[in-house]
């Protein structure tokens, strides 16, 4: 099969992800998502759930295309957006909410969307994944950084990440951004790494 | 031992593997564990060893002493000599003193006047290796089978997950999973046995290529791999070589496998997690504390 060699958005777009430790700003495109919202803990169930939901879609999509022999990409990494405000650890983290999310080419449409909802219902996957959308989303401006640690600690990073927003010139606009680049059930936590995306605006 | 007193035979694989309780699914992983070398190699050493004997202590024309180390041509024998010594094997013949060794981790050499006594066995690198044992429940999995080089298994992954993948099957909970039938030490590459595999319900029925099988369940020694595929190789060497023979467990007859954490596709090759299992004998009871 001659196909055109495989999509990888993070290559792609390297400006967006390649991530020093130490904080930098970044002018991040519009770009297209698989998401999906909810609210609870980490790790809680509706969490992994969801997480289980979004992958079974992603991988769905992707192959499904592929097997009709149109453009192949790579499915990238999970990310998150929390909104818990602008300290987090005010907030019981039963009531965190997230979008959880994968990024997706531009070429994934609807049509995609809801041919794969079918298929995994068909397959008696839990309902969750018709909560799976398609999502556009523009945040600008951002002071990012790579975090390397355990998520708990991840309040460090982000006062560094403030303080250099502040210096600029720029205040946060939220939501915090973060794109796993390590699989937290076998990294030990201290090895972690985690970039931290923080939206912001002039002052 | 056995192999220099059986050197001049060719040395089957079943028969060793026999000798050393072992099945020859595993006995040159165990192998090369321990003495740090395939057998493959190590029988290559052990001859040309004794090359330097039989030139120093014989009148045998340096093209029978090639025939009798496995070279077919009296050029390979003394490429393949002058590689490991520095010299020809005539200009050794010249040379002062008897025997000559080649550099070995396992510390075993060709001894003229004795059969050797015992070996060292390996330790590369002082990593530390974390070994648990796990009973695991039989699996059931979807299979495509591939019969080449491992570096070619990607292609095999791809076509598996694309037909998995568009019935909705891959992504959620399904685990990837390599069995390794052969042993790239004794296995031509091209007829190496390796089945692509990802965990499936009962509802599946197998299709056109794609298999069904069950993965035994029962005691594994399992072992996290941290890096890229092409290094596997070393960590099956540790666990096969060094943890196992201390651990005081037999090895199962049925095949080693891999279950892959993290997906090549997205993943650094120095960021890949496999966890490699090895099957275990029961061990009867139900008292599993080992360490």
């Known amino acids: 099969m001659a196909t055109p060699e495989k999509i990888d958005l993070y290559k792609l777009h390297k400006a967006e992800y390649v991530t020093p430790k130490k904080p930098v700003l970044v002018r991040m495109k519009p770009a297209q998502y698989l998401v999906i919202a909810g609210q609870g803990a980490p790790g809680g169930e509706r969490f992994t759930t969801s997480i289980g939901a979004l992958y079974g879609m992603a991988f769905t999509i992707k192959m499904t295309r592929k097997f009709a022999g149109k453009q192949d990409y790579a499915v990238c990494k999970l990310e998150g957006q929390w909104f818990m405000g602008e300290d987090a650890t005010k907030v019981p983290q039963d009531q965190w909410r997230w979008k959880l999310m994968i990024r997706t080419p531009d070429f994934i449409g609807e049509t995609d969307r809801r041919q794969a909802v079918a298929r995994l219902l068909e397959k008696s996957k839990p309902r969750e994944v018709e909560e799976v959308k398609l999502e556009k989303i523009n945040v600008g401006t951002c002071v990012q950084m790579l975090h390397v640690g355990p998520y708990n600690r991840e309040y460090e990073t982000i006062a560094v990440m403030r303080a250099f927003a502040e210096k600029e010139g720029f205040t946060p606009a939220g939501p915090l951004h973060e794109i796993y680049l390590s699989d937290p059930r076998r990294v030990p936590s201290a090895r972690l790494k985690t970039i931290l995306r923080e939206p912001v605006t002039k002052t | ?291």
């Open chain 2, 1 to 291: 031992m056995h192999i220099q007193q059986h050197f001049d035979e060719p040395l089957a694989l079943d028969e060793l593997a026999a000798l050393a309780c072992l099945s020859p699914h595993h006995f040159h992983h165990v192998f090369t564990g321990m003495l740090g070398e395939s057998l493959a190699s190590h029988i290559r050493r052990l001859r040309l060893e004794r090359a330097t004997w039989r030139l120093k202590l014989s009148r045998t024309s340096v093209i029978n002493i090639a025939l009798e180390a496995r070279y077919e041509t009296h050029e390979a024998f003394s490429r393949a000599f002058r590689d490991s010594f520095g010299i020809s094997p005539t200009q050794y013949r010249q040379r002062e003193g008897v025997g000559a060794q080649i550099a070995a981790p396992s510390g075993v050499h060709y001894r003229h006047d004795a059969t050797p006594r015992g070996f060292w066995t390996t330790r590369r690198g002082e990593k530390a290796m974390t070994v648990t044992v796990k009973r695991l429940k039989p699996m059931r999995v979807a299979f495509m089978r591939h019969i080449g080089p491992y570096n070619e298994v990607r292609e095999t992954w791809d076509r598996l997950t694309m037909f998995l993948g568009k019935e909705g099957l891959v992504g959620g909970d399904a685990q990837f999973i390599g069995i390794c039938h052969d042993d790239p030490a004794v296995t031509p590459p091209d007829k190496i046995r390796y089945d692509a595999c990802l965990t499936v319900d009962e509802r599946f029925r197998p299709q056109d290529e794609i298999g069904v099988q069950a993965i035994a369940g029962g005691d594994y020694a399992v072992m996290t791999h941290f890096g890229p595929y092409e290094k596997l190789s070393a960590s099956y060497a540790k666990l096969l070589g060094e943890w196992l023979p201390r651990s005081g467990c037999n090895l199962r007859s049925t095949p080693c496998f891999e279950i892959y954490l993290n997906s090549p596709e997205s993943t650094e090759p120095e960021d890949l997690i496999t966890d490699i299992h090895a099957p275990l004998e029961l061990t009867g009871g139900t008292d599993h504390g080992h360490a």
